[in-house]
């Protein structure tokens, strides 16, 4: 028979911790665009975790944490939503993704 543990505060930081560091590599790795975007997504989903994570075990009865998660996914909604269709409007000028190859984006 084995007894169920509770899974503590410590547990969600972890997976946060490496949710954002793999988000992280992502971002930082890839040359396509699109890629970016997703690890970029992943980023701010870690991010999330830690916001209900930090308010479920600090104050259970209040819904700060978890309001503010649904904001922040609201916000990267649109960004992502921009971001992909500036990378459609990139991709049918240049016929690629990769960030390499759009230098005349530099100021």
Not at 13 to 40: E, I
Not at 42 to 68: C, D, H, K, W, Y
């Amino acid at each position: 028979m084995t007894l169920l543990q509770p899974v503590g505060l410590l547990s969600f930081m972890a997976l946060s911790a490496v949710l954002f560091s793999l988000g992280l590599y992502g971002a930082l790795s890839r040359k396509s665009a699109v890629m970016v975007l997703m690890s970029l997504e992943l980023m701010a989903n870690a991010i999330n975790i830690n916001l209900v994570a930090i308010s479920r075990f600090s104050a259970p009865a209040e819904l700060t944490g978890q309001i503010f998660a649904v904001f922040s996914m609201v916000v990267s909604a649109a960004e992502i939503g921009l971001g992909l269709a500036l990378v459609i409007a990139l991709y049918r000028q240049r016929k690629t993704v990769e960030i390499d190859s759009m230098q005349e984006l530099k100021g």
